[in-house]
């Protein structure tokens, strides 16, 4: 996470998306979760852990070739159905940037 700039003092950064060799603006923020307002299990049952949340939701070209990529998803949630055909792979490739890319779900 340091190689992105993130920390506990800068939770966000912006990052670049790889989809189909076309660059995409996101932002990455790490999120501490504790965990320790749980409903069915003992909040020591289950540990902290520090996760990293994508946001592309402000970059209308992002989610335009986010939508495109993943047209079998997409069309699928938008009927109300779960997506059960295909997920998505983000991978590190070095500096701001990761490529994104889906996999066979089913």
Same mark, same amino acid.
């Given at each position: ?22 660059? /995409? ?5 790490? =999120?501490?979760?504790?965990?320790? %307002?749980?409903? $069915? #299990? @003992?909040? &020591? ?13 402000? /970059? ?5 070739? =986010?939508?495109?990529?993943?047209? %079998?998803?997409? $069309? #699928? @949630?938008? &009927? ?27």
């Amino acid at each position: 996470m340091e190689t992105l700039g993130i920390c506990f003092d800068k939770k966000a950064v912006i990052v670049t998306l790889i989809i189909g060799n076309m660059r /995409y603006p996101a932002s990455i923020r790490m =999120i501490n979760q504790n965990r320790s %307002k749980t409903r $069915k #299990l @003992l909040p &020591e049952e289950l540990p902290n852990r520090l996760m990293l949340n994508f946001n592309w939701k402000p /970059y209308g070209e992002t989610k335009n070739a =986010i939508r495109e990529y993943f047209e %079998k998803s997409f $069309k #699928l @949630l938008s &009927e109300g159905e779960k997506n059960l055909v295909e997920g998505a792979r983000f991978t590190h490739i070095g500096g701001d940037s990761f490529r994104v890319d889906s996999f066979d779900a089913s």
